[in-house]
């Protein structure tokens, strides 16, 4: 563990940031803390790896794997779903092997799988974006017992999947379109229905720039959580929409957060080194670390995959 702190001040209170390990990332992405484990998975798209840490004894593991992977869901059966560009995979994190299980429904020479989430009927619900950034060629998709369908809802990145406490709303972002959609969610037929803007943020690239939403998660009072690529910021957002609290982050591209330890209090932050500008890295060292911080209400614990 490093020894690294930084306090940054919000409107509401002073958190202490520090990075979980020494080794930063080209790209984190997709926090994962595995309840049955008491661990925290992570992927590192550019790097093309998955990561593995358990704060209780700091053991760390690394499985490179061969393609970028966008997501991953942990299986409740063992082992992890790797969402990677050529397609999903089970990883066995106990010998390391990758085993293919669902082909790319893409032109994978344009498109891959980004971020996603299990809902509480244990589907995976992922989405995509085109590698070029303009065309609306994301979509969302659901791997359902095996099955992969569309969703729809075409965007341009999609990020930002989440559910509501009684699996009534589903969440997702546009990136690019800086907006965040709340849908009504039916869980046992696992169909989205109508949608609103939950929220949507300035495109505006001046000096009140607070970034653009990405990767999410839902605290256990129903407050919806994004990470502000960019924006160098978490927002704690409530079901209507409005900022409850904001947190800045000694990075300037934080990618998604999630709820872990063993309260359920600790938040993991994914953020980017790859691509970014000297200047930027020289004000954000710590850009491409996992930070975590503590915070007050308890997230909850993820839903696992089931075949």
């Not at 299986?75 to 995979?89: N, P, Q, T, W």
């Amino acid at each position: 563990m490093m020894h690294h702190h930084l306090k940054k001040t919000t409107a509401m209170s002073t958190v202490e940031i520090h990075p979980l390990i020494h080794t930063p990332m080209l790209l984190g992405e997709t926090p994962l803390w595995h309840p049955g484990e008491s661990t925290l998975y992570w992927i590192d798209i550019a790097g093309k790896s998955v990561h593995r840490f358990r704060p209780s004894d700091g053991s760390y593991q690394r499985w490179d794997v061969p393609s970028e992977p966008g997501c991953i869901a942990y299986c409740e059966a063992g082992g992890l779903l790797v969402a990677m560009r050529s397609g999903i995979a089970k990883l066995d994190t106990a010998n390391g092997e990758l085993v293919p299980y669902i082909t790319a429904p893409y032109d994978t020479l344009k498109i891959r799988f980004n971020d996603g989430r299990c809902d509480a009927n244990g589907r995976l619900w992922l989405g995509t974006l085109s590698d070029d950034r303009t065309q609306r060629a994301g979509d969302l998709f659901c791997l359902d017992r095996g099955r992969l369908r569309s969703a729809g809802r075409p965007v341009t990145v999609s990020n930002g999947v989440a559910f509501s406490g009684d699996g009534k709303t589903l969440y997702h972002s546009d990136t690019t379109a800086h907006t965040i959609m709340a849908y009504e969610f039916d869980l046992p037929a696992g169909e989205i229905g109508a949608s609103r803007v939950f929220r949507h943020f300035s495109s505006n690239k001046d000096s009140t720039y607070s970034g653009r939403p990405d990767g999410a998660a839902v605290d256990s009072e129903d407050a919806y959580w994004c990470a502000m690529y960019e924006g160098g910021r978490l927002l704690r957002l409530a079901a209507d929409g409005t900022i409850l609290r904001e947190i800045l982050l000694p990075a300037r591209c934080p990618t998604m957060l999630a709820f872990g330890g063993d309260d359920m209090k600790t938040l993991f932050i994914t953020t980017v080194r790859h691509n970014r500008s000297q200047e930027e890295l020289a004000q954000y060292p710590l850009s491409g670390h996992v930070l975590t911080c503590r915070v007050e209400v308890p997230g909850r614990p993820e839903y696992g995959y089931i075949d």
